[in-house]
């Protein structure tokens, strides 16, 4: 019985293991191509946070510069209230260019990072595994050089998110705003 626990156990951790491994990652990536202002127009998550919070949520700015190692500087900045929060993470390059590793100081949770399709100049479909001691979660995200964005790319962010297992109710295209978009140059 042990031993078929351990099994099951085993195979169920693969299986997690191996379902990480099916996000692709963008072919050719070219990091400098990634870098400057992106505006957020949808976001899909199953985690806790996502579904207490989505009603709130609005697009945000985020920048992205390059480190002199490599990594990426991420800067977004998005309104809160009556008020513009900034949020700074360093998203560590991994052996595979394109993905990217992060972890919370705030939370302590581990984020597998990566960027699954841009063409650089209009849009930058992310998607992130995030692992705590409370269990994981995934996270897409779909980025845009403009605050619109085409509805062929909207669908895409659909497919894809509902291709990691996130259902319609996990998957948000933010409402626009002009509150806190100056701020995040």
């Not at 806790?48 to 945000?60: D, R």
């Not at 390059?93 to 990072?113: A, C, L, N, V």
């Not at 209009?122 to 705590?132: D, G, M, N, R, W």
Request: charged share 25%.
């Amino acid at each position: 019985m042990h031993a078929t626990l351990l099994g099951v156990l085993g195979l169920a951790l693969l299986g997690a293991l191996h379902a990480q491994d099916t996000i692709p990652v963008q072919p050719d990536f070219q990091q400098d191509k990634l870098t400057g202002r992106w505006y957020s127009i949808g976001l899909a998550s199953n985690s806790n946070w996502f579904k207490e919070k989505k009603h709130l949520m609005k697009m945000c700015t985020t920048v992205i510069s390059a480190t002199a190692d490599g990594n990426l500087e991420v800067t977004s900045t998005y309104p809160k209230g009556d008020q513009c929060e900034k949020r700074n993470s360093l998203y560590t390059k991994m052996e595979q260019p394109g993905r990217f590793s992060y972890t919370s100081p705030r939370w302590g949770s581990k984020h597998d990072i990566r960027v699954v399709e841009t063409n650089y100049d209009e849009y930058a479909l992310v998607a992130t595994q995030i692992s705590k001691s409370t269990g994981s979660s995934t996270m897409v995200l779909l980025y845009s050089r403009t605050k619109e964005l085409s509805p062929e790319r909207i669908e895409r962010f659909t497919q894809f998110s509902r291709e990691q297992g996130l259902t319609d109710e996990e998957i948000l295209i933010l409402p626009q705003t002009d509150k806190c978009m100056a701020d995040a140059a």
